[in-house]
């Protein structure tokens, strides 16, 4: 048994949060065959009661904790030309020291990296395997906020989407190869970054099949008599507070004309106080942390997406597909999901159109849309089977498909 060096921006367990959940399923298939030495940080005090269950999968475990005021006041302080603030987010002399020691190791002949964040603690070590996962363009998402945002900000986030571009294709040039979440992303990349076409390529995320059942049974979390909207995610993420305040604001109150009962369910962790707020407007309720998402997704007459910001893939969708339950999403949010539109899932970008499709789908108007979602997901998006891809990539070299995907 191989050992391999596993570096993560988070602690890849428990998998409850987007990042975390492809995270954790990439550990996990990796230790089926690897000895894991595992170095990441901590950002959520909650995560520390949760060790118990990685150590026993880890040879090694460094946990480093990493808290957000101070990160943000150190990436600051280490501010140079040139250099995104995300790297001075996430440095940290002590895991530079611990996997410099790693490295020192020859044992460690296998380095997978997960998220550009982290990449350049290993950026320079040579050993005849390394594979770096940027999940997603992330500099994109800093030029987007940019887009949308005033000054100063605007000139901030413009500048981290310049800088974090430069050092991604930098990181995907040093390592021998790199691994995006969707073909979309991948796409995209290599259009910023032609060079790295040879050596980049797409894992799919997956969803656990068992755990988001549509057989399985909860009990039900809303009172009787209305029509329950839900949207699932953390909301101390500025997507996730936008696309809650769109859909609150402006798209509820117009469907709660055609439909007073109409109530909107935000729920998730970390809510900000912005968030809260909406939940002074008619039919819209905060829920905040729960201990499990599913009694709501299960019992939703809809689910919805409505991110106008998105990357990657959104696991909140492919739970909800694979729940058999009728989604409505934006197309960025749909960005990534190999489904079909109007069949497995409703896209919309405006108000009407979402208006629209969510009346559609509580008049009974698409009645197997949930069966056609369960059906697509078990297709595409199995975890067992897009992961088999990681075990060729630390073979004697990548195998791709004509497409470009790893096989």
Excluded at 322 to 331: I, L, N, S
Aim: hydrophobic content about 45%; proline content about 8%.
């Amino acid at each position: 048994m191989n050992d391999l060096l596993f570096l993560a921006h988070r602690v890849p367990y428990p998998p409850d949060k987007g990042d975390k959940i492809r995270a954790w399923h990439m550990f996990r298939h990796l230790a089926q065959s690897h000895r894991m030495h595992l170095g990441c940080f901590i950002d959520d005090p909650a995560d520390w009661q949760h060790l118990a269950a990685l150590r026993g999968m880890c040879a090694d475990l460094a946990c480093f904790p990493l808290h957000p005021r101070t990160a943000k006041l150190k990436a600051l302080l280490r501010w140079r030309p040139g250099q995104p603030l995300s790297l001075g987010y996430f440095h940290d002399p002590r895991l530079q020291r611990w996997v410099d020691n790693k490295l020192t190791n020859p044992a460690i002949q296998r380095i997978f990296v997960f998220s550009s964040a982290v990449a350049h603690y290993a950026m320079h070590a040579a050993v005849p395997h390394r594979v770096l996962d940027l999940v997603d363009v992330d500099s994109e998402k800093w030029t987007s906020y940019a887009a949308k945002a005033r000054l100063p900000m605007r000139v901030i986030w413009a500048r981290e989407g310049r800088t974090l571009l430069e050092f991604e294709r930098r990181a995907a040039a040093a390592y021998d190869f790199s691994l995006f979440v969707s073909e979309s992303e991948w796409r995209r990349f290599v259009e910023l970054a032609p060079e790295s076409v040879a050596n980049t390529s797409w894992i799919a995320n997956g969803v656990d099949l068992d755990s988001f059942s549509p057989h399985l049974r909860f009990p039900p979390p809303f009172e009787p008599c209305g029509a329950d909207i839900v949207f699932t995610a953390r909301m101390d993420y500025r997507p996730n507070i936008d696309a809650a305040q769109w859909f609150a604001c402006e798209i509820l109150p117009v469907l709660q004309t055609h439909r007073p009962a109409a109530r909107f369910w935000i729920v998730g962790s970390a809510p900000t106080p912005e968030v809260r707020q909406l939940a002074t407007r008619t039919g819209v309720h905060v829920t905040g942390r729960v201990p499990d998402t599913r009694p709501y997704i299960a019992h939703a007459d809809v689910v919805v997406a409505p991110l106008r910001i998105a990357r990657g893939i959104q696991n909140k969708i492919l739970e909800a597909m694979a729940m058999a339950r009728p989604v409505v999403a934006t197309p960025d949010a749909f960005a990534g999901v190999q489904a079909q539109p109007g069949r497995d899932i409703l896209l919309a970008s405006r108000v009407d159109d979402t208006v629209h499709h969510i009346s559609n789908v509580l008049d009974g108007r698409y009645p197997a849309l949930g069966a056609a979602a369960r059906r697509a997901v078990e297709a595409a998006h199995q975890w067992p089977v897009n992961l088999h891809a990681l075990d060729r990539l630390f073979g004697d070299a990548p195998v791709l498909t004509p497409a470009g995907q790893a096989a």
